[in-house]
């Protein structure tokens, strides 16, 4: 879902492909009637241009003037540091992107709340991660996450997710840029290869030179821009709507008010099971085995800490998630007379928030700039935080785990810097890839899920099932990801072909000025065009990651059973979550059940820190036998 969450599924490559030649009496009244009444002016650049000024006077203190970083661990985890808010700010801002930002507004405006209930998974996958997941974390503190892997299977399963993750964050981060950096130039008239630039060098400055500090506290930075941008554009818009009662009733009226599609079908692209149980899925992806999230949870000091933040994170998550979906009444309110894509005003359905913002407060001096400022901070927040979390996978998984290369110790930070410089610039260039893709939030959040999916299989297969081999776990992750694969592009390239179409809720072109009822017949027959496809094809997008999850831990644990079960006796039980080791402690021999007691016992302490080997030796000694 977020994964990411959902936004409204633009097609790049194909936007252009699908504008028809319109009537010389239509080109004639846009001539005289422009879609874009106001441009940036000087008080806009500036304040853009504070935002990023300020985010690189961040890594500037902390790459230079704060406390020199010198390990990989400083570099990479903040020393484990950095405080409770900070890190909840900064875990938000990452799961939130520009492409979102743009596109949830649309998606209320083209196919209602129903998206909406999303909130509802992340209620649900707080307790998930606080209590199944993060207490393996947090005990074993492993700067990469997939070293898990390694030490609960081989090398080889450790291997194979670092790469798809490394592979997945590459091209998400493309995406996420790229795309709100089209949308944004179309209406704002900011060239695109200028914006993607400028996210690029910005974020790969103090991402490189402040390490994890800098992106919290820069992340930090940003998501109060990003929530007052939010705030300011939906205030404006409600008041000048009318009040908020009168947006509300119009969205009702129109059936967008929609919570609770039941339709039990897996090809219903939002209905309130693909949201709810495929999202609280897809999001368990990002807050249960992402490297990034697992990174910021260890930038804290206790276990205590991290729950705190996940709550508040979830919240502004929701909160985010509420006032854009209330933008987007906003948006239908004042064009349910006229669609600006049916009147060729836009060509994709993520540009109507830019044009609304340009048209109806652009003449409020610096209010398009701090809208512009706030998705810019979206964008430099994920990056951000993929640029460190991948440098952290190469020093430990490719240079240690598969090259073998020992980084001396006092020059970790040197080379993790360097190695961000070095994904920044090549997802960069991967920017001229993604401009030729198609539809853009679907192949960047079916993607994660595709990935995410078959990741949080492999760590719930290690933490769930005592029992599976490192044969199980591969096995599963390649049957697991072979299969989504396949649903999920065979479905991208069905949508590439037109076989594929996105319903949307009524739209009305009455009251538009330039739009005749032949451009309109001429749409609708192009609408009208689609063509059967493979069922499988049809699934919807949120499903992915419970399919790529499932099939992995399926397959893994039978392949397990034909190949020779693990004996949960010979495994390090820190590996396992707290329900299955105290399961397995229950069932354990008497003679062997204190020591794992004890052992258990003292370092799953919530809020304090782990006890030394010589506390623990004390107590173990005086236990009986």
Avoid at 238 to 267: C, D, I, K, Y
Wanted: proline content about 4%.
């Amino acid at each position: 879902m977020r994964p990411l969450l959902l936004i409204l599924f633009v097609s790049l490559s194909a936007s252009s492909a699908e504008q028809r030649r319109l009537p010389d009496e239509n080109e004639k009244c846009l001539e005289e009637h422009p879609a874009l009444l106001h441009y940036f002016s000087w008080a806009d650049y500036f304040v853009l241009a504070a935002m990023l000024i300020v985010s690189c006077m961040i890594g500037l203190f902390y790459g230079f003037f704060a406390k020199k970083q010198e390990t990989s661990q400083d570099f990479l985890l903040g020393g484990s540091s950095m405080g409770t808010f900070p890190m909840a700010m900064s875990l938000a801002a990452s799961f939130i992107t520009a492409i979102e930002l743009l596109g949830n507004p649309a998606e209320m405006y083209g196919q209602g709340t129903q998206f909406w209930m999303t909130c509802v998974s992340f209620l649900l996958v707080v307790p998930i991660t606080s209590h199944l997941y993060l207490p393996v974390y947090m005990k074993l503190r492993l700067t990469s996450t997939y070293e898990y892997l390694n030490l609960r299977f081989n090398r080889h399963c450790r291997l194979l997710a670092s790469g798809l993750y490394m592979l997945q964050m590459i091209l998400y981060t493309s995406v996420a840029v790229y795309a709100p950096a089209l949308a944004l130039s179309h209406v704002t008239g900011l060239n695109t290869y200028i914006a993607v630039t400028l996210v690029y060098v910005v974020c790969i400055f103090y991402a490189s030179q402040g390490g994890m500090k800098a992106v919290i506290m820069t992340d930090t930075f940003q998501a109060a821009v990003l929530l007052g941008s939010l705030f300011l554009i939906l205030g404006y818009g409600v008041s000048w709507a009318g009040g908020f009662s009168l947006v509300w009733h119009e969205s009702a009226q129109s059936g967008r008010m929609e919570f609770f599609n039941l339709n039990p079908s897996l090809t219903v692209r939002h209905s309130f099971w693909s949201v709810v149980i495929g999202g609280t899925f897809y999001w368990a992806t990002m807050f249960c085995s992402n490297q990034a999230s697992v990174q910021k949870y260890l930038s804290v000091e206790t276990i205590g800490q991290a729950r705190k933040a996940l709550w508040v994170s979830s919240l502004g998550l929701i909160l985010i998630y509420t006032v854009n979906f209330l933008t987007g009444m906003v948006l239908y309110s004042v064009y349910k007379d006229c669609d600006p894509l049916k009147a060729h005003q836009i060509t994709a359905q993520d540009q109507l928030l830019p044009l609304y913002v340009m048209n109806f407060m652009g003449q409020l001096k610096g209010v398009p700039g701090f809208f512009v400022a706030g998705i810019f901070a979206a964008s430099l927040g994920t990056v951000a935080s993929a640029l460190n979390s991948l440098a952290a996978i190469t020093c430990e998984d490719v240079l240690q785990g598969l090259l073998g290369v020992e980084l001396p110790a006092r020059r970790g930070a040197f080379y993790a810097k360097w190695i961000s410089v070095f994904f920044g610039a090549f997802s960069f260039v991967l920017v001229f890839i993604v401009e030729r893709l198609g539809s853009v939030l679907e192949v960047a959040l079916s993607f994660n899920g595709m990935v995410g999916g078959v990741t949080l299989g492999l760590f719930s297969l290690g933490m769930f099932v005592p029992w599976a081999n490192a044969k199980g776990a591969i096995s599963g992750a390649v049957v697991g990801l072979a299969l989504v694969l396949w649903i999920g592009l065979g479905a991208q390239v069905a949508v590439f072909n037109g076989q594929i179409h996105l319903e949307s809720k009524p739209i009305s072109i009455d009251g538009c000025t330039c739009l005749n009822s032949t451009t309109f017949l001429e749409d609708q027959f192009h609408d009208a065009q689609d063509t059967e496809v493979f069922f499988i094809y049809k699934v919807s997008y949120l499903w992915y990651s419970v399919i790529g999850c499932l099939v992995t831990i399926s397959v893994g644990y039978l392949v397990s059973l034909i190949t020779g079960l693990q004996d949960p006796a010979e495994l390090n039980h820190d590996l396992l979550s707290p329900p299955i080791r105290s399961l397995i402690r229950i069932h354990k021999k008497p003679q062997n059940r204190n020591v794992q007691g004890i052992a258990n016992l003292a370092l799953e302490m919530d809020d304090e820190k782990p006890r030394s080997p010589t506390v623990t030796l004390e107590i173990t000694k005086t236990t009986p036998r």
